[in-house]
């Protein structure tokens, strides 16, 4: 197949799983992009990463890429991948989930992977909606949108990811948005390489579920809405009044890795146990 898209092909099961799942204007599609040009760019092969995810829209994406893949229960994937990772530490293992998937049902593997600072990449896809099961309010639906469970507008405050990552222990947090393509390949590729607990927030479109409702209704729209609302981190330093969703990266610190200080307690009861 000729490369037309920038995206290695090497690295998708093109040739029984598509065409895709995803909706015309989803943003999906271009995450897994940003995901595949990460791998590549650092080397990796097709057998040293593991994708696991969850279910939702954002959950079918383990279905495309031809690496490890592991397709788990509703706001479990953390769960899975953090025994895949104690029993495989050596590889790379991507955690990618939607927003509902990743903070309400998942919250509490959410918080405690971070907390544990567990050596997995976390991608946390954000369209602001259930968009799978019929558009309903999610943990990170802006107060006032209007969505099928909300349907004169939410007046719940959402959820800022990036902010309860970094509160509950991560290693590096950063957020992009599927129009920011080159930006959202970079911070990808800095949360693999980061060792410990990686969080970026892919702010994504879904013109079908949310969009039509908050007059976007094309995935062109939601992407120019990404583009107006957002501001990179180093331009919002120079305007402390600006309102724009910051992007960038929002915290990059070191702390013990889960996996590693597990294998020093084994060694170390070994040695114990050897000494007696």
Known sequence: MEKTTGVPYEYLRSHKKFPHVWCPGCGIGIVLGSII????????????????????????????????????????????????????????VLVVMGDGDALAIGGNHF????????????????????ALT???????????????????????????????????GASFVARGTAYHVLEL???????IQKKGFSVVEAISQCPVSYGRFNQMPTGVEMLKWQKDHTVSIAAAGKDAA????????????DRPEYTEEYFKLVERLKADGKSK
């Not at 696991?52 to 788990?72: A, E, K, Q």
Request: aromatic fraction near 6%.
């Open 242 to 253: 600006t309102d724009k969703i910051s992007r960038g990266v929002l915290l990059d610190r």
């Open 134 to 168: 019929g558009g309903q309010a999610s943990p990170t639906t802006p107060v006032g949108a209007r969505t099928t469970t909300s349907w004169f507008g939410s007046f719940e405050p959402a959820f800022d990811i990036c902010r309860l990552a970094e509160a509950a």
């Open 37 to 92: 040009r990460a791998v590549d760019g650092l080397g990796l092969s097709k057998d040293e990463v593991a994708m696991v995810s969850g279910i939702g829209c954002s959950g079918r994406m383990s279905v495309y890429p031809d690496f490890n893949t592991l397709h788990t229960t509703h706001g479990r994937a953390l769960a899975f991948a953090t025994g895949l990772k104690l029993a495989k530490p050596h590889m790379t």
């Open 185 to 191: 390949d970079k911070l990808i590729t800095r949360a």
């Open 111 to 130: 918080i405690h992977a971070a907390r544990r600072n567990i050596g997995l990449t976390a991608i946390v896809i954000n369209n602001s909606t259930y």
